[in-house]
């Protein structure tokens, strides 16, 4: 799985977007980028993921560049309950058949919001 | 629909135990992880396994094994623990062969 990239930590105000940029600039042809978070001592939980188009959901968006070298999660109105950890992970999208799909998680960057 | 769950939420254990951790995954979940995550690092992936056989183990000591049962829940099992071995253990689970896992709150193990 390509590496990543992110900043160790970074802060936003609440009601604010908090933009978590990602590089990997490794990544290939079929791999996708997917991003995660995990609030204190919870399990991580799913946020969103992409392949080249830029994705939205309930809630975030992932904005990828054309070259796909880097990307950006966009938690558009920042609340104190996004605190968190948030994980940028590339890997092949969704396989079929129940093969080996483990998630190879870096440090992730500390986002904390500050009222 | 009820989430992963896992037991026991807590657990102290001294060195040379044995330790035994469990993990029901959502229900039509067919595949498990596990994964443990020593305090200030990411997770790392142990072990997954897909309608009762394992499909992947990542880099830990033949100390760590698991399995399925065929109600798909799973078992990570631990014998001759070390001090290192003391992290949050976590279980998740996805429908099939897919990168969408969810996870369980963990089982927070301390070895002394």
């Known amino acids: 799985d390509a590496k990543t990239t992110q900043p160790p930590s970074m802060d936003c105000a609440e009601g604010r977007a908090a933009n978590l940029p990602c590089n990997h600039s490794?990544?290939?042809?079929?791999?996708?980028v997917y991003w995660y978070r995990q609030i204190h001592s919870q399990g991580p939980q799913y946020i969103i993921h992409g392949l080249k188009n830029n994705e939205t959901n309930e809630m975030a968006s992932l904005i990828i560049t054309e070259d796909r070298k880097s990307s950006t999660l966009i938690l558009p109105h920042a609340t104190l309950r996004d605190t968190a950890v948030y994980y940028c992970i590339v890997r092949p999208g969704p396989i079929s058949g129940g093969s080996n799909y483990k998630l190879t998680f870096g440090k992730g960057t500390l986002l904390t919001v500050n009222p | 629909d009820a989430g992963v769950t896992q037991s026991p939420t807590h657990l102290i254990k001294t060195r040379g135990q044995q330790v035994t951790l469990r993990c029901s995954p959502i229900s039509g979940h067919k595949s498990v992880s596990w994964y443990q995550q020593v305090l200030g690092q990411g997770p790392q992936f142990i072990f997954q396994y897909y309608e009762k056989e394992e499909r992947g183990r990542g880099n830990f000591p033949d100390r760590f094994s698991a399995r399925q049962f065929p109600n798909y829940s799973s078992e990570l099992n631990v014998n001759a623990l070390l001090l290192g071995d003391s992290a949050l253990y976590l279980c998740?689970?996805?429908?099939?062969?897919?990168?969408?896992?969810?996870f369980g709150p963990g089982t927070r193990l301390l070895v002394l």
């Open positions: 998740a689970s996805s429908l099939r062969g897919e990168s969408r896992q969810y």
């Open positions: 490794t990544i290939s042809g079929n791999e996708y």
